[in-house]
């Protein structure tokens, strides 16, 4: 087996994005629900989404900036240049605002939710937000994925790692 | 239960707003960037990527933006559901923006 520094970083975005997603899907489904009793979890529900987006952002970012290049240049010399140019370039500045979003949650859960249908309407739509922002950043990390796959399967990467 | 508010509270409803310029602002830097090689040189030069940078000038909008919002009634001043309609289209919007850009140009 060899797993290197940069499988496990990738890997390791990967999980916290899903982590992140799951946990404002979590917040959707207590806002729903909202009592006064429920208050303090859905709070902490807030924070594991806004911490795991933080850790995404950060696993992503060094990914991107330090491993990203060598497999850019086999997607570009393979048969899906598309998963680079159109796919990663919407990603990479998308999870932007998947974060900007997750890390507003924690605010957003400080008002009484329980008590106030505006602040409800702004979790429950933040929330759906963050989940549906961050199912799109997982697909597109597949079909990056699956650029650099096809492009070594063909046989056109080969040469660029 | 207690009896229903209808407004936001000051934190949430400034932070509402500062996220969704940020979200737009993260989106038109993105376009800016791609189109003007210099501010995207610029931009890595100052912190040895410009994603980096990008990242971090969404973070400083967002949050500058925010605490500036708490400080002045503009936020509050909204309707919240006027708020919720202008963060998802501000999030809508500049999510489809960056995918058309990169489709088309």
Known sequence: ?161 | MDAETPQLGRASAAFALGAAIACVFNTALAWAKDAYAPLNNFMASLTGHHWITHGLADCIVFVGLGVIFMKTPAANKIGPNRLVSILIWAVVGASLGLFAWYLFL
């Open chain 1, 1 to 161: 087996m060899n797993i290197t520094n940069g499988d496990i970083i990738l890997l390791g975005h990967a999980a916290f994005g899903s982590l992140a997603g799951m946990a404002a899907l979590w917040i959707f489904v207590e806002t729903l629900n909202a009592r006064q009793e429920t208050a303090g979890r859905t709070f902490k529900a807030a924070l594991i989404a806004a911490i795991a987006m933080g850790a995404a952002w950060m696993l992503g970012g060094y990914w991107y900036v330090h491993f990203y290049p060598a497999d850019k240049a086999i997607i570009l010399k393979g048969p899906w240049p598309f998963a680079h140019d159109l796919v990663m370039e919407t990603k990479e500045h998308l999870v932007f605002i998947t974060g900007i979003l997750a890390f507003y949650l924690p605010i957003a859960v400080r008002d009484k939710i329980y008590a106030n249908a505006a602040a409800r309407k702004m979790v429950l739509s933040v929330a759906m937000l963050v989940v549906l922002t961050s199912l799109a950043a997982e697909g597109f990390g597949a079909i990056v994925s699956h650029g650099v796959t096809v492009a070594l399967q063909r046989g056109n990467g080969k040469g660029a790692r």
